[in-house]
């Protein structure tokens, strides 16, 4: 039994929006209607940012340090950052990377002389638009200090019904049924409900795969007494 060989699956927009709109029964008829569409396809991306970690979005992204300056714009895409280390030495044999704590915005708040200067040991990101990030203490000048992060990035915009979708290919289901429920909603209100059913238990599978696959340990301690 021959099979093809080839494993890169895709839908460009115009086949997913016309899969969503078969499942509404509806057939696509004009330009608007493959609008709407696009419009919604935005629509869940935002949607999803909001859902929880989307691991293909997670970008290692660095900052060079300029000594005396703490507060840095971060990319323009850029949801929130997970971790982050300092670098020195950046691309040298004797490169490290040392760990920065995370604080809130009370904290930074609080920091009482926000001039310091000297290795960065904690930062602040701020989740304005853009965002940015405040370090403290402020970058001394006795060597080259690089901030290393881990970004959430926002997914690229649906843009033209040519283009594919900026997810993995495991969430693809989960697309087509999140954008035939928000179709629904507009033009096929007896549907919403089983469509409703059926996004979300497509969410919950493919949230469930998009994980990490790392080991996970814990040891108790014993204490004698």
Sequence with gaps: MAVSGVSNFDLQFDD???????????????????????????????EWANRGL??????????VLTPGVYEYDLP???????SAVIRTNAGQSTQQDITIDRIGRAEWLHVPNKLTQSRPAQYYIQ???????FLYPSPDATQTWTFVYYAIRRMDNAGGFSNTA???????????????????????????????????EEFARAAAEDRERS???????????
């Design 16 to 46: 997913l929006i016309a899969e969503a709109y078969e499942r509404c029964g509806i057939e696509v008829r004009d330009g608007y209607d493959m609008k709407t569409a696009l419009r919604s396809v935005n629509l869940i991306f935002a």
């Design 54 to 63: 989307n691991l293909w979005t997670i970008e290692q992204r660095q900052q």
């Design 76 to 82: 323009a895409d850029t949801i929130d950052g997970l």
């Design 127 to 133: 989740r304005t638009v853009p965002a940015k990030v």
């Design 166 to 200: 900026d997810i993995s290919f495991r969430f693809l289901p989960c697309l087509v049924a999140a954008l035939a429920y928000y179709l629904a909603v507009k033009k096929a209100p007896d549907r919403i409900g089983m469509l409703k059913q059926i996004y979300e």
């Design 215 to 225: 080991g996970f340990f814990v040891v108790p301690t014993y204490t004698q007494r």
